[in-house]
């Protein structure tokens, strides 16, 4: 069956440092592939998409993830955090046979002053 | 501006009363999703539609209904609450756009005493 695999259910890193969130999916083809952010209290917000094209491709907020085929992986990137970026981070996958999306668990990410 | 609201956005009720959380949107998108989430925890799709007079329950298995009479408006009904219902309910809408990317509203915090 197809999953998604979001292996760190939190992730702690000092204001200004790098971040990398990881994502996992099981599936025999490329997927459409989804990063989604979530501040205490609300809904979901889209950061960033991948369907084709470039591996790396740009989002809000100063995200970027790139799509490793050979590794079924979409990690989501920042190359500097800032306080607001601490929020839970969900990735998911679209399946060419429907349009519903399949979820990871997410990953919270606390910033340490 | 394209939006999805959510009404109300916090809900407390007692035991055994009827409740509708209410969903539109502007997007002009035909699909629309519930999804329930716990404090923290994934999502879980409960329902969705794929047009007017669509409708379909989802993975998880829920006591509450859908209708879908018009395109922007997909409400949620609870017949008799419960307290095992406690939880964050998110709706969501999808178009035609590459990859169907979902939208989310705000979400409805839900106590049910």
């Known amino acids: 069956a197809q999953s998604v695999t979001q292996p760190d259910i939190h992730i702690t890193v000092s204001e200004g440092a790098s971040l990398e969130l990881r994502c996992n999916y099981s599936?025999?083809?490329?997927?459409?592939l989804f990063w989604y952010v979530q501040s205490p209290g609300q809904g979901l917000q889209l950061l960033l998409k991948?369907?084709?094209?470039d591996t790396l491709v740009q989002g809000i907020k100063g995200f970027e993830a790139e799509f490793k085929r050979s590794q079924s992986s979409f990690n989501l990137r920042k190359p500097s955090v800032h306080w607001s970026d601490a929020a839970e981070y969900f990735c998911?996958?679209?399946?060419?046979?429907?349009?519903?999306?399949?979820w990871g668990a997410g990953t919270k990410l606390i910033i340490k002053p | 501006e394209a939006d999805i609201y959510q009404t109300p956005r916090y809900l407390v009720i007692g035991t055994g009363k009827k409740i509708t959380l209410e969903c539109s949107q502007t997007?002009?998108?035909?699909?629309m999703y519930w999804y329930q989430q716990d404090p923290g925890m994934e999502l879980h799709l409960i329902h969705y539609?794929?047009?007017?007079?669509?409708?379909e329950k989802g993975d998880l298995s829920s006591e509450s209904t859908v209708s879908r009479i018009r395109t922007e408006h997909f409400p949620l009904t609870l017949e008799s609450a419960r307290p095992s219902h406690t939880s964050q309910y998110l709706c969501?809408?999808?178009?035609?756009?590459?990859?169907?990317?979902?939208?989310f509203g705000p979400g409805t915090r839900l106590t049910v005493t």
């Open positions: 991948y369907f084709s094209g």
């Open positions: 599936y025999g083809a490329t997927p459409y």
């Open positions: 998911a996958v679209r399946m060419d046979s429907n349009y519903q999306l399949i």
């Open positions: 539609s794929y047009g007017v007079n669509s409708t």
């Open positions: 969501a809408s999808s178009g035609t756009g590459t990859g169907y990317e979902q939208y």
């Open positions: 997007m002009g998108h035909d699909k």
